[in-house]
């Protein structure tokens, strides 16, 4: 019905290539040597940082102080707790382009900032707090050549009221919401991101205050998460309980609610040179783990991707924008464990979620999208889906389910990966045709400023009324680079956190990790305590009259 039998990326070779330590990658090193960009790069460099400015000066004309610009109703918004967000978010972004006087207006901003206490009605988020505001103004104080003490001083005020999502001595898992007023955790259950995506940062700030104890806490929430038997080898739950340390439900995802707790495992083992293999192993053990059970290809096309195991351990032919930083991850992780297959298929995934970009009216990718299988019992194949979905997915190789663009990064993300580990110059036209599209379609005429877009594959559906602060941290910072002299923030000298805040990283070591997936013995076997489990909060937009639980296949508590 579907086309030719599913391949499986020559499934059982890849396998065996992955469980070898054997490679011919240069030790050490990630990015291509003696990579230079073309002199045409400039151009478009210079096309991204104008792209910046447009948008940076609408948010200062109609939300300066705010989290985010509504650049459609000239207004602001203040999804994320009311202190400027877009301002924290931008300035590594400002430092990197050369913006110095309005890197300079965000210091004395950020300076003034009241972190005791909400300035809105909301909790506190301590992943989205932790990426954005405290990985913002770590990243800020050493780009800046670490002339501006007062971005550590304010990273330590907010970091120590979210210590409190540790609610007693012997918690290991932090809760994911805070009520600064009464420094009191909202009692819920959580995700694997929220509870794995804090280490980069917390450490970050241990080795700039002198207080080991951020570092301790956020990695011991990475440990007890390890330490929990998981559905599959190396692949935790997206779902988890910090009361009972026990996963929540067995859904296994590369997507949102699980996405960065993969990414930092390696990112971690770069930054800290740790001699402890725990974080390196792991994450080549998830790697391991979704080659075996996840990775497939589409009967359209060949378009490589990683499904995701529902709770009923089914495979799901569902992937999504959030997912598609996983081609980045895997390139630079099999840089640093010397795993050549690993990269090629990091390669591969980059290539699948450009095929989403590539395949629509307007050149940008949608929020959600699944592929037919060729397994009868995939709840993709047992959809009910449109005649045009239907003529889509013949055409493209998978179907569009979530249409919209909140002014993801994911696929730019991986895309500037791809680029400085191999210098093949399609990653260059890619990031060209990306700008192209941004110019085209998401303008608004309103304001100057770039909103997104409701439908990727019909732009008359209109725009977006937000524009979220990862534009201006993640968006604009990968196009830019992309596009700049590759020592430039290398990739061997630099961790980013997962809003795009570059860390100074020290020499690499050699190799990260033993150089095999480490399969622990655990005392229990996987025992879920419940049937679903929860997905971060990402953008209110984002849910607007969409049934997440039919497009995602999980609940979402928002």
Same mark, same amino acid.
């Given at each position: 019905?579907?086309?030719?039998?599913?391949?499986?990326?020559?499934?059982?070779?890849?396998?065996?290539?992955?469980?070898?330590?054997?490679?011919?990658?240069?030790?050490?090193?990630?990015?291509?040597?003696? /990579?230079?960009?073309?002199?045409?790069?400039?151009?478009?460099?210079?096309?991204?940082?104008?792209?910046?400015?447009? +948008?940076?000066?609408?948010?200062?004309?109609?939300?300066?102080?705010?989290?985010?610009?509504?650049?459609?109703?000239?207004?602001?918004?203040?999804?994320?707790?009311?202190?400027?967000?877009?301002? $924290?978010?931008?300035?590594?972004?400002?430092?990197?382009?050369?913006?110095?006087?309005?890197?300079?207006?965000?210091?004395?901003?950020?300076?003034? $900032?009241?972190?005791?206490?909400?300035? !809105?009605?909301?909790?506190?988020?301590?992943?989205? !707090?932790?990426?954005?505001?405290?990985?913002?103004?770590?990243?800020?104080?050493?780009?800046?050549?670490?002339?501006?003490?007062?971005?550590?001083?304010?990273?330590?005020?907010?970091?120590?009221?979210?210590?409190?999502?540790?609610?007693?001595?012997?918690?290991?898992?932090?809760?994911?919401?805070?009520?600064?007023?009464?420094?009191?955790?909202?009692?819920? !259950?959580?995700?694997?991101?929220?509870?794995?995506?804090?280490?980069?940062?917390?450490?970050?700030?241990?080795?700039?205050?002198?207080?080991?104890?951020?570092?301790?806490?956020?990695?011991?929430?990475?440990?007890?998460?390890? +330490?929990?038997?998981?559905? /599959?080898?190396? /692949?935790?739950?997206?779902?988890?309980?910090?009361?009972?340390?026990?996963?929540?439900?067995?859904?296994?995802?590369?997507?949102?609610?699980?996405?960065?707790?993969?990414?930092?495992? $390696?990112?971690?083992?770069?930054?800290?040179?740790?001699?402890?293999?725990?974080?390196?192993?792991?994450?080549?053990?998830?790697?391991?783990?979704?080659?075996?059970?996840?990775?497939?290809?589409?009967?359209?096309?060949?378009?490589?991707?990683?499904?995701?195991?529902?709770?009923?351990?089914?495979?799901?032919?569902?992937?999504?924008?959030?997912?598609?930083?996983?081609?980045?991850?895997?390139?630079?992780?099999?840089?640093?464990?010397?795993?050549?297959?690993?990269?090629? $298929?990091?390669?591969?995934?980059?290539?699948?979620?450009?095929? !989403?970009?590539?395949?629509?009216?307007?050149?940008?990718?949608?929020?959600?999208?699944?592929?037919?299988?060729?397994?009868?019992?995939?709840? +993709?194949?047992?959809?009910?889906?449109?005649?045009?979905?239907?003529?889509?997915?013949?055409?493209?190789?998978?179907?569009?389910?979530?249409?919209?663009?909140?002014?993801?990064?994911?696929?730019?993300?991986?895309?500037?990966?791809?680029?400085?580990?191999?210098?093949?110059?399609?990653?260059?036209?890619?990031?060209?045709?990306?700008?192209?599209?941004?110019?085209?379609?998401?303008?608004?005429?309103?304001?100057?400023?770039?909103?997104?877009?409701?439908?990727?594959?019909?732009?008359?559906?209109?725009?977006?009324?937000?524009?979220?602060?990862?534009?201006?941290?993640?968006?604009?910072?990968?196009?830019?680079?992309?596009?700049?002299?590759?020592?430039?923030?290398? /990739?061997?000298?630099?961790?980013?956190?997962?809003?795009?805040?570059?860390?100074?990283?020290?020499?690499?070591?050699?190799?990260?990790?033993?150089?095999?997936?480490?399969?622990?013995?655990?005392?229990?076997?996987?025992?879920?305590?419940?049937?679903?489990?929860?997905?971060?909060?990402?953008?209110?937009?984002?849910?607007?009259?969409?049934?997440?639980?039919?497009?995602?296949?999980?609940?979402?508590?928002?």
């Amino acid at each position: 019905m579907f086309g030719s039998q599913e391949k499986m990326v020559s499934r059982s070779l890849c396998v065996l290539l992955a469980l070898s330590s054997a490679s011919t990658t240069l030790a050490g090193r990630v990015q291509k040597d003696y /990579l230079v960009v073309p002199p045409t790069a400039y151009g478009n460099r210079d096309a991204v940082k104008q792209i910046f400015v447009d +948008s940076y000066t609408a948010y200062k004309k109609f939300a300066f102080g705010h989290d985010d610009l509504l650049p459609l109703s000239k207004g602001f918004s203040d999804g994320r707790n009311g202190w400027g967000a877009t301002i $924290i978010d931008a300035m590594s972004t400002m430092q990197i382009m050369g913006l110095d006087d309005w890197f300079n207006e965000a210091v004395e901003f950020a300076s003034k $900032i009241d972190f005791s206490k909400s300035q !809105t009605n909301d909790t506190v988020s301590v992943f989205e !707090t932790t990426i954005r505001y405290l990985g913002g103004l770590l990243s800020a104080y050493e780009l800046s050549g670490k002339k501006h003490p007062v971005l550590v001083e304010k990273a330590k005020e907010v970091a120590d009221k979210m210590a409190f999502a540790w609610q007693t001595p012997h918690q290991k898992i932090p809760y994911g919401f805070l009520d600064f007023t009464t420094n009191s955790p909202v009692i819920d !259950t959580s995700n694997i991101a929220e509870a794995g995506t804090l280490d980069l940062e917390w450490f970050t700030l241990s080795k700039y205050t002198g207080n080991d104890t951020y570092r301790a806490l956020t990695e011991g929430s990475v440990r007890e998460v390890a +330490s929990i038997p998981p559905p /599959l080898p190396g /692949l935790a739950a997206q779902g988890i309980d910090p009361a009972t340390d026990a996963f929540v439900g067995a859904y296994v995802t590369w997507g949102g609610g699980s996405d960065s707790y993969f990414e930092y495992l $390696i990112k971690y083992a770069r930054l800290t040179n740790t001699d402890d293999n725990l974080f390196a192993d792991l994450w080549h053990t998830a790697v391991d783990s979704s080659i075996k059970f996840l990775l497939r290809e589409s009967p359209v096309g060949n378009h490589v991707y990683l499904a995701d195991q529902n709770n009923d351990g089914q495979i799901v032919g569902v992937s999504s924008h959030l997912a598609c930083f996983h081609g980045g991850n895997w390139i630079l992780g099999g840089r640093l464990i010397n795993n050549d297959t690993i990269v090629k $298929i990091g390669l591969d995934l980059v290539d699948g979620c450009w095929n !989403t970009y590539a395949s629509t009216a307007t050149g940008i990718g949608p929020e959600v999208f699944r592929y037919f299988t060729t397994n009868k019992t995939d709840p +993709s194949n047992q959809r009910q889906i449109t005649d045009a979905q239907r003529k889509f997915n013949d055409e493209h190789g998978f179907y569009i389910t979530a249409a919209d663009y909140i002014l993801r990064p994911e696929v730019l993300e991986s895309n500037f990966y791809a680029w400085r580990v191999t210098g093949d110059t399609k990653y260059l036209d890619r990031a060209a045709s990306a700008i192209k599209s941004f110019n085209t379609y998401l303008v608004a005429k309103e304001t100057g400023g770039y909103a997104g877009l409701n439908d990727v594959d019909d732009p008359s559906q209109g725009q977006i009324d937000d524009t979220e602060s990862f534009w201006f941290a993640e968006v604009l910072k990968y196009l830019y680079l992309t596009f700049d002299d590759p020592d430039h923030i290398s /990739l061997d000298d630099y961790v980013f956190n997962t809003e795009a805040h570059p860390f100074i990283a020290p020499p690499a070591k050699p190799v990260y990790g033993s150089g095999a997936p480490n399969h622990p013995v655990y005392e229990t076997a996987f025992v879920p305590s419940k049937v679903d489990a929860p997905l971060p909060a990402i953008s209110p937009n984002r849910f607007a009259g969409v049934d997440i639980k039919a497009e995602v296949g999980v609940d979402i508590n928002l």
